[in-house]
């Protein structure tokens, strides 16, 4: 079975751009998280979707949306980028249910900002 | 609020045993659980304890007391590939999947 897929790996894009990432979640998961982790720190949460409805939001301006697809994939935006959003995106999916042992993380994206 | 610490960096040698504590304060909790994530890549599942005490797994356990709000993960036998940084989570409860809250990381060289 293929992992959490994510694109894509690289990305350079200018200040004030704006960007879209992309995740495949494992087969038969349907949730789907995003985190940010800069260089040196933890993962920080971004978003939360499950059943293509948004179940939870971090700390992160407005500029940062995403939305999940009927086929449980999922799309991270960010709009008018700054410097300081050069970071490594994470996507995780997550089957749930009792027992379940957490995250399974894609490779992530590795987005620069210049 | 929620804040999550481990030490930053850690130092042992080849064969040994190194501890990597992480102490924690949630407004939530539904287990602790340990990542290990080499340079330039994902976060790998290593250990998970909802319920206070030892699990063990082959060369790495984990221990957590929920009374004190505190963690460690023990890694024995020390091999020059468990060179990485060790991420600390907490997992929030959640009615619809989870959400986790990592510390900073303790990045630990394993040196020959």
């Known amino acids: 079975d293929a992992g959490v897929t994510q694109s894509p790996t690289h990305l350079i894009k200018t200040r004030g751009q704006q960007v879209t990432l992309r995740c495949s979640p494992i087969?038969?998961?349907?949730?789907v998280s995003w985190y940010q982790q800069v260089l040196g720190q933890g993962p920080q949460f971004i978003f939360q979707?499950?059943?293509?409805?948004?179940?939870g939001r971090g700390n992160f301006p407005d500029r940062f949306s995403a939305r999940q697809f009927p086929n449980y994939s999922s799309e991270l935006n960010v709009n008018a980028l700054l410097l300081g959003d050069s970071a490594l995106y994470l996507c995780?999916?997550?089957?749930?249910?009792?027992?379940?042992?957490?995250?399974?993380f894609g490779s992530g994206t590795r987005l620069t900002v210049v | 609020g929620q804040n999550i610490d481990q030490p930053t960096e850690m130092t042992a040698t080849e064969g040994a045993i190194v501890q990597i504590n992480c102490t924690y304060q949630?407004?939530?909790?539904?287990?602790l659980f340990w990542y290990q994530q080499h340079a330039g890549e994902a976060p790998t599942f290593l250990s998970y304890?909802?319920?206070?005490g030892l699990e063990e797994k082959g060369r790495f356990s984990s221990f957590l007391s929920r009374s004190k709000g505190y963690s460690y993960l023990l890694l024995k036998e020390l091999q020059m590939k468990d060179s990485a940084s060790y991420l600390c989570?907490?997992?929030?409860?959640?009615?619809?999947?989870?959400?986790?809250?990592f510390g900073p990381g303790t990045r630990l060289s394993v040196l020959p």
């Open positions: 989570a907490v997992r929030d409860r959640n009615n619809y999947g989870q959400n986790f809250v």
């Open positions: 087969s038969g998961h349907k949730s």
């Open positions: 304890n909802v319920l206070d």
């Open positions: 949630t407004s939530g909790f539904n287990g």
């Open positions: 979707y499950y059943e293509k409805e948004e179940r």
């Open positions: 995780a999916s997550f089957l749930g249910g009792a027992g379940d042992y957490g995250y399974t």
